[in-house]
């Protein structure tokens, strides 16, 4: 079960630095029974991490996340965040994103007569003075659940069960304790029930809860899920919380959090960036904030046929999406995501993708291959051609955030994701990775070339930012969600990447294709860009059954937001 201490792994540092741990107490029970009332304490303060593990918060030794274990009725393994504070401030708004994979819950909560709740997120509060005091409520702001039982969202009346909610109070009454000053006999339904989405056992849940400006975000998914206004709150401090809080008895919870951050930000600082950004509207769908009329994209779904469906350029660009690969982010980008396993593009394919391909014909009958008015030419090559293609040489811009990719695999391969290509009828000239390996918080970005195959057997990687083959953290990498810009140029036979960041010098490689082969007839030429994920082995480093490879469970994924997309010729 055990697989090492939580503080050895570095993509939890941070968050340990910044929080206590509260235990419940199974062994100090009224009438030896856990489902009556326990002791529970901070067992172990902010940075206090070092060496410590037990069976309640432990590194599982399969996935390697780590892992809350709790038993009896409102019991509890979690992490409380040690800041304390305002809600209402304009200038300044606290985040805690996670993300979760309870273990089994149905199968904890089926003895319970009485619930079947198991929270694994909060924003509770810390009364008027930020000390514990009479103006603390017994009620937190927020509690983000799993729940078994059938349930109606309050805003929508629809019904759902097996499922995540916010549970939110809607007031800042106190409804339990008489001798506190803020109790009122008139709290009524103090809560309301908010649906978030299904629960999947197959896969991680990520959510980000965010506070400040008296408004109260949740993200799920990357998707804006709940936005309301919590002025009633101001007037109290709160903190954050994570891990599983039992609202059931007879049971034992387990929640898995593959990772979980805490962190606090000017207001709206992501608008202070200086890379390209598209003019944004989250409740879109992509192709109302991007010209997509000039891209096709394939998904990891079965076109009827055994390989990926792909979407042509006319309906994906009258407001296509599919909620699990291709949607509007919360803040607006386009995110591109995919599985290690699914429906490829072809039997020939090593691995899946979500992932545009430019179509110049702009919805035109023009065939897709060839050197034609569908595609584009390096000026390196006959005059003949470049007058039959539809463009000559290029530049393809990007501005984006990686925001996940696979954490298990061969080590030649866990981490990568290719997000942009210039591809040839059969080679890559280029090929644009970001890398981050298992333990790092910061990753690699570099391009390989490869040549024409029918002229010369050759394939160089450049490095960028760190490096292709060291498994050194490069100290000047980029963190998932993090935003970068990249521009890939191709004049004659010169082919060049830049990458730019805020606040950091430009990085910008070129090299020489003249060697290359692709001044012959016939290498036409076309630029992609989304998610195409390089890691197709599961955690022991082993390749699926081909047979099973489109349909085994997903459980890891590559993800990335585009906020800019151009390209030109």
Known sequence: MFDGVPYDYAQYQDALDNANLQLTD??????????????????????????????????????????FAMSGDSNRSEL???????????????????????????????????????????????????????TVLSHPLLRVIWDGENRTDDNTNLSYNNAYWAVLKTNAFECSDTSKPAYSNNCGDSYDYL??????????????????????????????????????????????????????ENGNSIAQFKSITYSENPFDDESSTELPMNDLDPSLPPSANFDLSL??????????????TGIKEEELNDGYENTDYFYTAADGGMVFRVGKYGYKTSINTSYT????????????????????????VFSSISVDEQAKAGAVDGILEATLAVNEVTTTGKSSEVGRVVIGQIHAPDDEPLRLYYRLLPGHSKGSVYFAHEANGDVVDSEIYIDLI????????????????????????????????????????????SISMANSGYDVAGQYMYFKAGVYNQCKTDANGDEVDPEDFATTPNTEFAQATFYYLKNEH
């Not at 096709?296 to 990926?308: C, K, L, W």
């Open 353 to 376: 993708r979500t992932e545009f391909r430019e179509m110049l014909r702009d919805g035109e009958d023009i065939d897709t291959k060839g050197v034609n008015g569908n595609n584009w």
């Open 26 to 67: 199974l062994a100090d029970c009224e009438n030896n029974d856990v489902d009556q009332s326990c002791s529970k304490s901070d067992v172990v303060k902010a940075g206090g991490y070092q060496d410590y593990d037990n069976e309640h918060f432990y590194i599982d030794s399969t996935s390697g996340w780590l892992t």
């Open 295 to 308: 891209w096709y994209i394939s998904i990891p779904v079965d076109n009827g046929e055994g390989v990926a």
């Open 466 to 509: 760190g490096s292709k083959s060291s498994s050194s953290e490069p100290s000047d990498g980029i963190e998932l969600d993090e935003k970068f810009f990249y521009r890939i140029e191709v004049e004659g036979d010169e082919l060049t990447v830049t990458i730019k960041r805020d606040d950091k010098a430009d990085i910008v490689e």
């Open 80 to 134: 409380r965040f040690v800041e304390n504070f305002k809600t209402n401030l304009s200038d300044t708004q606290y985040q805690l994103s996670a993300q979760v994979m309870p273990i089994n819950p149905n199968e904890s909560v089926q003895n319970s007569s009485d619930g079947e709740e198991i929270t694994l997120l909060q924003v509770h509060n810390k009364g008027e003075s930020g000390e514990t005091d009479e």
């Open 195 to 248: 649906y978030l989405g299904d629960f999947n056992q197959n896969e991680q849940t990520s959510f980000d809860i965010i506070v400040g400006n008296e408004r109260l975000i949740i993200n799920v998914d990357n998707r804006q899920k709940v936005d309301v206004d919590i002025s009633y709150w101001s007037h109290l401090y709160s903190y954050f919380k994570a891990g599983v809080y039992n609202q059931y």
